[in-house]
């Protein structure tokens, strides 16, 4: 049997002699850049902002330093921030003034979301603006769909996830985001949308979205915790990783354009499957829990910032994954500006 042959690497000076070198090609940033494999770049970049009722409101999430809660105004003015240190993206989650049990609101064109993509597009017009898709903002229980005897519905939940995407697309959303999990959403999003005169908005499917621990401050910020139970039930459990990979290709044989995998570090080989296995538009949400965490670390002098935030989101791009969602956009996007 003949067995392939591999170079040998020197392990020790023969006459002040080595052949090969590594640390040559570290020796400068100009050097270091030349070569590097992976590039975190501002355009893959996708910055999340929550959208409330009001005006002038610019709310604190204490979970997460640097988040807020903002009124349609202000969401311009952050989103028009955001453009001017290159984003190119943003991703709206509602924060209703009211709730009912059927998340009625998350449909209601004047309901936060709504009034913020048509104000976005009207002042921005190239600016990407996508949306989440979900009910759990907007039900009074904080369940991602309508609820019968206690358990989510799932064709119920599915009709009513169409209405909210349809509109979305009226107001002038670029791409849907179906966060929900729920059973055949993207194919019955993806057909009201074509008979509805909008096959040009796209949909970035939330395809394997685990039941994860990090999710916590999120629900700060939108207001969406659960008011009994969990959402094991149609969120993935966190050992799998076949189940991702009929998750992607239910959702692309459905019409999605865009998949994702949530939350990110956690599972990056997940990611890295995807893209591998798919070779499809690969989105990664880096979520609220990790941003959180990097934060309280920071705050504490025990990382440095930056170095941390810039290492997570290269990481993140060298799994393979072409968009990158981020709290941390606009500090990520300042900071590839000096950056070496």
């Not at 023969?14 to 570290?26: I, N, W």
């Not at 807020?68 to 969401?75: A, L, R």
């Not at 107001?171 to 985001?177: H, K, M």
């Not at 459905?254 to 939350?263: F, L, N, Q, S, Y």
Request: with cysteine; aromatic share 6%; glycine share 8%.
């Amino acid at each position: 049997m003949t067995h392939p042959t591999h170079p040998t690497y020197p392990t020790a000076p023969a006459h002040l002699g080595l052949t090969h070198r590594p640390r040559r090609l570290r020796r400068s940033p100009g050097i270091r850049a030349m070569v590097r494999e992976t590039r975190l770049s501002v355009d893959a970049l996708v910055y999340p902002l929550f959208v409330c009722e009001g005006t002038g409101v610019r709310r604190a999430v204490e979970s997460m330093p640097g988040v807020y809660q903002h009124s349609v105004d202000e969401v311009e003015r952050e989103a028009e921030l955001a453009r001017g240190d290159g984003i190119r993206a943003v991703l709206l989650f509602g924060v209703p003034g009211t709730k009912d049990e059927g998340g009625s609101a998350a449909h209601d064109p004047e309901a936060p979301v709504q009034r913020a993509v048509r104000a976005l597009k009207a002042r921005l017009p190239d600016l990407v603006v996508v949306t989440d898709v979900c009910l759990c903002e907007y039900t009074s229980h904080g369940h991602c769909g309508i609820l019968d005897a206690g358990e989510i519905d799932n064709d119920v939940t599915v009709e009513r996830l169409v209405r909210v995407a349809e509109s979305h697309a009226v107001a002038g959303a670029d791409i849907v985001a179906p966060s929900d999990m729920m059973d055949g959403r993207v194919a019955a999003i993806r057909s009201a949308l074509d008979e509805g005169g909008f096959s040009q908005v796209a949909i970035m499917s939330y395809a394997a979205k685990y039941w994860s621990a990090f999710y916590g401050p999120f629900r700060d910020a939108a207001n969406s915790a659960p008011a009994f139970g969990d959402r094991r039930t149609h969120q993935m459990d966190p050992s799998n990783v076949d189940e991702a990979m009929r998750e992607v290709a239910l959702d692309i044989g459905e019409g999605a354009d865009i998949v994702m995998v949530k939350p990110a570090l956690p599972y990056l080989d997940v990611v890295a499957r995807v893209k591998a296995e798919f070779g499809y538009p690969t989105a990664a949400y880096h979520v609220s829990g990790e941003y959180a965490m990097l934060k309280a670390a920071a705050q504490r002098g025990w990382v440095d910032e930056e170095r941390a935030m810039l290492e997570s989101l290269t990481a993140i791009r060298r799994a393979g994954a072409d968009l990158v969602v981020t709290y941390y956009a606009r500090e990520a996007a300042r900071a590839l500006k000096t950056g070496d």
